[in-house]
């Protein structure tokens, strides 16, 4: 039912910025939301943002709030997860996923449906 391609990773220094895309392809009219999720080496998977598809509503996580803004484009069907003062401790690889439903989750097994993620290196 939904199909997810991220996109927009990279190599910047601290302190720069990129921008991740996310390609949705939904074939049901139901309400859904989107979240980004990022996973480091070693380290379990873990919430970034949320933001839900029919009203743009956000969530963010505590050590994002501030430098990143997740945002949609209806028409487009992308989602967008804007990263600016980036640290070495943003480093790992960005996941878009969906789930159906409107409420905020942030919890990863929550989500049914995952793009393949894409590498993001922050150099100090």
């Known amino acids: 039912q939904v199909q997810l391609v991220g996109s927009g990773g990279g190599l910047v220094q601290a302190g720069g910025s990129l921008r991740l895309s996310c390609a949705v392809s939904v074939r049901t009219s139901s309400t859904y939301a989107m979240g980004w999720f990022r996973q480091a080496p070693g380290k379990e998977r873990e919430f970034v943002a949320h933001?839900?598809?029919?009203?743009?509503?956000?969530t963010y996580a505590d050590s994002v709030k501030g430098r990143f803004t997740a945002s949609r484009d209806n028409a487009k069907k992308l989602v967008y997860l804007q990263m600016n003062s980036l640290n070495s401790e943003d480093t790992g690889v960005y996941y878009c996923?969906?789930?159906?439903?409107?409420?905020?989750?942030?919890?990863?097994?929550?989500?049914?449906?995952w793009g393949q993620g894409t590498q993001v290196t922050v150099s100090s």
């Open positions: 996923a969906a789930r159906f439903g409107s409420f905020i989750v942030t919890n990863a097994p929550s989500y049914s449906y």
């Open positions: 933001i839900r598809w029919i009203d743009g509503l956000t």
